[in-house]
């Protein structure tokens, strides 16, 4: 089956940092991928996505490229704010699971002024 | 675009009692939504996926008929936790796919189950 697995946290950075969390998946098919962000309390944003292999997912100065020879959505930013600091899930939606979509555990990201 | 709501934002009950959580999409139409489950500093648990029109499908040992799921419309979810003991507290959010569009999913803010 299906399956992400996200770097384990938690993560603290210095502001103005460089961020990398990694994510690396196993899935049937050709699935699309995605980051989202909770913020405490909140449910889950999408963060960014990419829905076939080189392609590169941004937003907010966050970007992922979608690396099919390695499996992997690796998420990066190269200066954290302290207003970045929350949890980040990596998950994978197959098509072929009726939309269903495979969460990672998450990344606790804690950045200090 | 694309906003989902829940409702409430959180809610304690009494043990015993039965507790409906609301799931609408504000901007567009769902046939498909999802409910999860998250524990304090966990990962979601998908709990079922609810289908307008049909029977939800739950996934493997969650109870159906502890955790109602009605989709009676394309804009509304809702989710009943019957008979709500102290162990159903919880963080419950749902998120739901707009019809004709990508395997994206939206979430709701979520709601906060307190069962005393």
């Known amino acids: 089956g299906n399956s992400v697995t996200q770097m384990e946290g938690p993560v603290t950075l210095s502001e103005e940092a460089f961020l990398t969390i990694n994510c690396t998946y196993t899935?049937?098919?050709?699935?699309?991928l995605f980051w989202y962000v909770q913020y405490p309390g909140e449910g889950l944003q999408l963060l960014l996505k990419?829905?076939?292999?080189?392609d590169k997912g941004s937003n907010k100065g966050f970007e992922a490229t979608y690396r099919k020879e390695t499996t992997s959505f690796h998420l990066e930013k190269g200066s954290v704010q302290v207003s970045d600091s929350a949890v980040y899930f990596c998950a994978l939606s197959d098509n072929t699971n009726a939309g269903k979509s495979t969460f990672g555990d998450g990344t606790t990201l804690t950045v200090k002024p | 675009g694309a906003v989902v709501s829940q409702h409430p934002s959180w809610v304690i009950c009494k043990s015993g009692t039965s507790v409906k959580i609301e799931c609408r999409s504000l901007d567009f139409q769902a046939t498909t939504m999802f409910w999860y489950r998250q524990f304090p500093k966990q990962s979601l648990m998908l709990m079922a996926t609810s289908n307008e029109g049909s029977k939800a499908t739950y996934e493997q040992g969650v109870e159906k008929d502890k955790f109602l799921i009605n989709h009676a419309s394309l804009t509304l979810s809702t989710l009943t936790v019957t008979s709500a003991h102290p162990e159903d507290s919880s963080f419950y959010i749902c998120?739901?796919?707009?019809?004709?569009?990508?395997?994206?999913?939206?979430f709701g803010p979520g709601t906060r189950l307190t069962v005393l």
């Open positions: 899935a049937t098919g050709y699935p699309s």
């Open positions: 990419a829905t076939k292999a080189d």
């Open positions: 998120s739901a796919m707009i019809d004709g569009g990508t395997d994206t999913q939206y």
